[in-house]
């Protein structure tokens, strides 16, 4: 009967073999210099942090504001994806008085929740955003369905412990208080992508929907995604872009490749440019650790 060995392996042994430290040490690659004054990596199926730069310092959000609007929907029990909702003239008229993006929703067209939601994600219709908020809050009145939806979305904040984010609108046009983190909005998107319809349509490039118009007959409305990361790099599954003037230029992104999906938030980028090679840089990372 053999006895068994215990071979410890020393630092001279390993050199002595022709495997250097350096070597060892270069296969941890290096961290990466991103011009966004914030960011944010996880690894999506373990929750480990790979990468943060301010990852909890409060920016303006602009539109990824609406992966917790879209959540929300997704959360109400018994959702029914195929109930039809009416374009209401308030909503074309807040796009306009906001000089809004919009999914360019007709007044009087009936619309699925699940086509709003398409228009919501891809076009970034705050339109889309505000018929949701319509359709899910509580009250007697829209002001009051609307503060009610927006109530909804700041208790998900709560109950995810998110303490560094908050609220004010449904489409993160903001009112002075609508704020997150990189990574409270990476876990936002994470806990988003578990539900399945969420993950169909922030993963798609473009749609053509056909919506019942006022009249009883039907409408095409062609949608095309606003995050082209989906498009320049390989294994991209979503997830939303945001911009405007206080927010500068804004991803919450991820990525799968093999087993591993990489998740991750820019904020405050100052060019799309900049913003779209943050996202190969960090993304990069993600997958080398």
């Known amino acids: 009967m053999r006895r068994a060995v215990t071979v410890v392996v020393t630092t001279s042994a390993v050199l002595a073999g022709g495997f250097s430290v350096s070597q060892a040490q270069a296969a941890t690659p290096p961290t990466p210099s991103i011009s966004a004054p914030g960011g944010f990596v996880m690894n999506n ?83 889309a955003a505000y018929a949701l908020a319509d359709k899910f809050g509580t009250g007697s009145t829209r002001a009051a369905r609307v503060k009610s939806f927006i109530g909804k979305m700041n208790e998900e904040a709560r109950k995810m412990g998110l303490r560094n984010t908050h609220f004010d609108s449904f489409d993160g046009i903001s009112n002075g208080a609508n704020y997150s983190t990189p990574r409270d909005l990476t876990k936002i998107a994470s806990s988003a992508m578990k539900n399945s319809t969420f993950r169909t349509i922030v993963k798609t490039k473009s749609t053509t929907q056909k919506v019942i118009t006022r009249t009883g007959g039907y409408r095409n409305m062609a949608w095309s995604n606003t995050n082209k990361l989906l498009s320049t790099y390989s294994g991209a599954i979503g997830v939303k872009t945001g911009s405007g003037q206080q927010a500068k230029y804004c991803l919450v992104f991820a990525a799968t490749r093999g087993s591993k999906t990489v998740i991750g938030t820019v904020l405050a980028a100052p060019s799309e440019t900049q913003r779209a090679a943050d996202v190969k840089k960090l993304l990069d990372y993600g997958f080398a650790r």
């Open 45 to 127: 199926g373990t929750g480990t942090s790979l990468f943060g730069k301010a990852a909890d310092t409060r920016r303006a959000t602009g539109s990824t504001t609406k992966i917790m609007t879209a959540k929300v929907v997704l959360a109400q029990r018994g959702l029914n994806l195929d109930a039809k909702v009416t374009i209401q003239k308030a909503y074309s008229d807040y796009i306009v008085s906001k000089n809004a993006s919009s999914a360019r929703l007709i007044v009087g067209d009936k619309v699925t929740v699940r086509q709003l939601l398409y228009g919501l994600m891809l076009p970034s219709g705050c339109d």
